[in-house]
């Protein structure tokens, strides 16, 4: 079976493109940051499933965070970010929708909550806001980590997501250096490159993903991605409404430079703040112009050579 495998610019299929012709929806992600209260359940919960091993408890020094990033042995990393905010400006609402059994139809699902500390009335609680969210591989349309594998352990799975084959994966590194989010990571005990792999053992038995199953206030949700992106962004509109100006969706644009992202984010803040990358790209962006100037390269270094030759006098 023969496919036509696109490199960069938006893909509306990236399982048929991969050569799956009979798939499900592509599934993902959807991170609602501003109801992230930091528990780490997620956090837990893809450890235990996965069996990941345990990869340090130490504090940083600087922060409640004790993973630090994610990498070979976590797969989910929730950030801890303080800001000093001048009094009465932590006091912003977030407004949900309605949940549960007296939902209307048209209702998606979102999560009813506010910011932790505020207290109605009183803006002289605290003069700092949190930012917490669990950060994950964001299991990009155009994955620069399985477009420059040279094994084949990486791959597109039929859901859309990216998984590596550790069976198969001969430790080159080369996915950890193309990764534009720095996700993928190799242990240092087998020299093996792990990430998430949006639980596919799961996916395959029509379960929900671990991390999302353990989230106990639905910060993180699962689904098929057009119906998260709908999600989001009635959720970004009813933030802005509620005064909420700095609310921004992350990663869902689908021309952006890795075609959008399986996993994306609803941030209350810049994405350097969470320690993302404000515009990310793919390194197979620029492969066809890399060729094009290589074979230039190449033929005037030939042209050079064989001018040098003819142009040689006899003595």
């Not at 989910?76 to 009094?87: D, S, T």
């Not at 932790?116 to 009335?121: I, K, N, Q």
Request: hydrophobic share 35%.
């Amino acid at each position: 079976m023969t496919h036509d495998h696109s490199l960069y610019g938006p893909l509306a299929d990236p399982a048929a493109d991969a050569g799956h012709l009979e798939h499900p929806p592509r599934v993902g992600f959807f991170t609602d940051t501003s109801v992230c209260i930091g528990c780490k359940a997620c956090e837990v919960a893809c450890k235990e499933w996965n069996n990941v091993p345990e990869d340090g408890l130490n504090l940083l020094g600087m922060s409640f965070d004790n993973t630090g990033m994610l990498g070979a042995s976590s797969w989910r990393h929730v950030a801890f970010i303080e800001q000093e905010r001048p009094f009465g400006q932590q006091d912003a609402g977030l407004a949900g929708l309605p949940v549960g059994p007296s939902a209307t139809p048209a209702d998606l699902g979102l999560p009813s909550f506010e910011l932790p500390g505020r207290t109605e009335g009183d803006h002289q609680r605290t003069e700092f806001r949190w930012l917490m969210a669990s950060d994950v591989c964001k299991h990009c349309t155009h994955a620069g980590c399985l477009d420059v594998c040279p094994t084949g352990a990486l791959f597109r799975t039929e859901f859309g997501t990216v998984v590596v084959q550790q069976d198969i994966c001969n430790g080159c590194g080369y996915c950890v250096s193309a990764c534009p989010y720095g996700v993928i990571d190799r242990r240092e005990e087998d020299g093996r490159a792990w990430k998430c792999t949006l639980c596919y053992d799961r996916l395959r038995g029509d379960l929900e993903p671990a991390c999302a199953m353990a989230c106990p206030t639905k910060s993180i949700q699962f689904g098929p991605l057009d119906e998260l992106r709908e999600r989001a962004a009635q959720r970004l509109d009813e933030l802005h409404e509620a005064d909420v100006p700095e609310a921004r969706l992350y990663g869902h644009e689908p021309d952006d430079g890795v075609g959008g992202d399986g996993a994306f984010f609803l941030l209350l803040d810049e994405p350097e703040v969470y320690g993302l990358p404000p515009d990310p790209v793919v390194p197979t962006r620029d492969l066809p112009t890399t060729w094009k100037y290589t074979g230039l390269a190449a033929a005037a270094l030939a042209g050079a050579a064989v001018s040098a030759f003819l142009g040689r006098r006899p003595r």
